[in-house]
């Protein structure tokens, strides 16, 4: 009987000591999960009209705790106002995709990111006229940008899309580190990419397998000095469009294309 009686005790300060300690965690852990993964209506900034013929669209979104003023809006103004030589001639549209509803948070925005984008690239997919899309992430709009292309490829596989990653982050749903690094530029005809070495979040500093990566860390100068490094991409991306010197697959010449090595890596001085 003591024997019995002392397994029991066992039993009993384990359960206190290790077991119980432990179910605020799993329900925290549990709660998370199902917030993050619930289904949301997105169609408040999912639908986006597009004019009658359009050929060809650029879409881009911010990062984490950001919003489209910082570069998107003005990178989509641009690509307006003065599009690529190639793609003078088509009919273009240009949406800077806000999404602060659901940015603000680093463990939501890579699932959610990716799932507003799954359903804009569905939506756009539709259109009959539209042949190419063009779209441009920043930190978590990375995942915006990968879903949007996956989305899209599902429903029209000919569909020519274009993914650039602005010093993407490569956390996904908070646990999968690599996902970002794996995935980003895997669904994509062409994909590009403009890291910052100094930058410590995980993929923004490295090459991607399945893109063609440019490290734009050495560009940096005291005239854009007031920009932290996982800022910096953004702006050089705007810059280098200014002067025609980042590429655009649609249309493009295969030379302008052919000497990129996609996982590579070119240092830009």
């Known amino acids: 009987m003591p024997k019995l009686h002392n397994q029991k005790l066992i039993r009993l300060f384990f359960w206190w000591l290790v077991l119980l ?24 900034i999912s639908h986006i009209t597009m004019a009658e013929g359009t050929e060809y669209i650029t879409l881009s979104a ?11 809006d003005e990178l989509q103004a641009l690509m307006a106002t003065a599009p690529s030589p190639q793609l003078g001639d088509i009919v273009q549209q240009h949406h800077s995709i806000n999404w602060q509803d659901y940015s603000s948070n680093v463990f939501l925005c890579s699932v959610v990111g990716k799932n507003l984008g799954f359903e804009i690239g569905k939506r756009l997919a539709t259109q009959s006229s539209l042949k190419a899309i063009h779209v441009i992430g920043h930190s978590c709009g990375a995942f915006v940008t990968l879903g ?25 749903s908070g646990i999968f580190w690599q996902y ?7 669904c ?19 090459a991607l397998p399945n893109a063609y990566t440019f490290d734009v860390t050495q560009l940096q100068t005291a005239k854009d000095a007031q920009y932290p490094a996982h800022a910096w991409p953004p702006r050089y991306y705007l810059n280098a469009y200014k002067v025609q010197t980042v590429p655009v697959f649609y249309k493009a010449v295969p030379a302008v294309i052919k000497p990129f090595t996609k996982g590579g890596l070119v240092l830009l001085k």
């Open 21 to 44: 300690p432990s179910i605020p965690f799993v329900l925290v852990s549990l709660g998370l999960f199902i917030y993050t993964y619930w289904p949301r209506d997105f169609s408040s």
């Open 62 to 72: 911010h990062g984490v705790n950001d919003s489209p003023s910082s570069w998107s």
């Open 148 to 172: 949007l292309c996956e989305g899209a490829k599902s429903v029209n596989p000919s569909l020519i899309v274009q993914t650039t990653y602005l010093d993407p982050v490569a956390v996904y």
């Open 180 to 186: 970002g690094i794996e995935h980003f530029g895997s």
């Open 188 to 206: 994509a005809d062409f994909s590009d990419n403009y890291i910052d070495t100094r930058d410590t979040v995980p993929g923004s500093n490295q």
